[in-house]
């Protein structure tokens, strides 16, 4: 039986206009994407249908290093058992929030052993909307690729963390912590990272999961999330929303950043929309709407499974090295344009921009802290 403090906490859920936007303009943004790939197969169409193969690694005297982000549930955690099988040497990132953080990495790395007993691991856990745990991350990874006595490079980084907050909760540097996990942590990890990628001496590839709930628009001037603490209600669909869309157009301008540059396609980016995925990522959410939501969704035959889910993911990870600057979505090596909004470059230099102002700031903080410190 539900509880009268549940009821009416699923009651002011229901009624508000975050629930309307997630149930409806979400369901209507994922129809609207299936469409685009259905119209894609017909010859009247200005796009046509774009869609790629699987490659495999590329040969080297060395395992292929792939960071993954979330990986101790859900989309990361099968995307790490499928990469760990296509012979990647799979580095394992777990939300360190919680307590239980440790734990799920041993059991995930364990369960991942089970299925493939070839699997090469290694687990560090990092809270992507801290910039210090991020910094410490990468340190951890470098001491680690030294030690090993392994190429000080990686061939793939895969931004999959991600929560659905639905209470507002602000991090140790002032963010809101949704938009700073589902985007500045990602923004960050990957400038962290860039140089490893840049010494890899084979093509090397960043992966973004974005999500359909990018169409939904996004006001400009909201774009780093400080001003979401304000409202009496916190708009937890609004700010998921933008925290995904920031992460295509970091990504789009980060792929033109780099074809700018002197070998050029050398480290590629791509943006990927898994689709609909039965994971814990709205565990947030009164747990009577989440099974009914998942339930909706099953019946529109629009709800994967995980291991079904991460195709689009694999595809984008193992697409041919020149590939970048796509966006994956409906799984068989398949592509669709995303937004309107999020091909506008102007918007895109602005939120580069003040990305890197963030990005050198935390950066600055974490330098003075360590000499305090030392």
């Known amino acids: 039986m ?46 046509a249908s774009s869609s790629f193969p699987r490659c495999p690694p590329a040969n080297t005297s060395f395992r292929p290093i792939c960071v993954i982000t979330g990986a101790t549930s859900g989309l990361g955690k099968a995307a790490a058992y499928a990469l760990s099988k296509e012979g990647f040497y799979v580095v394992l990132g777990a939300h360190s929030i919680t307590g239980r953080s440790s734990h799920l990495l041993s059991k995930t790395m364990i369960e991942i052993k089970e299925k493939n007993i070839d699997a090469h691991l290694k687990g560090f856990q990092v809270d992507l909307s801290s910039f210090h745990s991020v910094l410490k991350f990468k340190n951890s990874l470098e001491q680690w690729l030294s030690d090993s006595n ?56 960043i992966v973004n999961v974005s999500s359909f709930t990018h169409l939904n628009g996004v006001d400009e001037d909201a774009i780093i999330g400080k001003c979401f603490s304000r409202p009496k209600q916190y708009p937890c669909a609004h700010i998921y929303e933008y925290s995904k869309l920031c992460l295509l157009l ?25 689709g609909a995925v039965e994971t814990n990522i709205m565990r947030e959410v009164p747990s009577c709407i989440s099974h009914m939501a998942f339930m909706v969704l099953k019946l529109l035959f629009l ?12 595809d984008a990870a ?24 999020s091909y506008n470059m102007k918007l895109a230099e602005k939120l580069w921009t003040t990305s890197c102002d963030l990005f050198l700031a935390s950066e600055q903080a974490a330098s003075l802290l360590a000499d305090h410190v030392s």
């Open 318 to 341: 193992l697409a041919p090295p020149e590939i970048s600057g796509l966006y994956f979505f409906g799984g068989k090596g398949r592509t669709v344009k995303s937004s309107a909004l």
């Open 2 to 47: 539900i509880q009268t403090k549940e009821l009416r906490e699923v009651l002011h859920f229901v009624f508000s206009l975050q629930f309307i936007r997630m149930a409806l303009f979400w369901t209507l943004s994922l129809f609207i994407l299936y469409f685009r790939l259905f119209i894609q197969r017909f010859p009247f169409s200005r796009k």
């Open 250 to 274: 970091f990504s789009y301008e980060l792929h033109r950043q780099l074809g700018r540059m002197h070998n050029s396609r050398h480290v590629s980016v791509i943006a990927v929309d898994p």
């Open 150 to 205: 392994m190429h000080s490079s990686i061939q793939l980084l895969i931004n999959n963390a991600g929560i659905l907050a639905t209470s507002c909760r602000l991090t140790s540097e002032g963010y809101d912590q949704m938009m700073a996990t589902n985007y500045m942590g990602a923004f960050s990890l990957t400038k962290l990272l860039l140089p490893l990628l840049r010494s890899s001496p084979v093509p090397s590839r």
């Open 303 to 314: 709800l994967q499974s995980p291991e079904n889910g991460v195709s689009s993911i694999l």
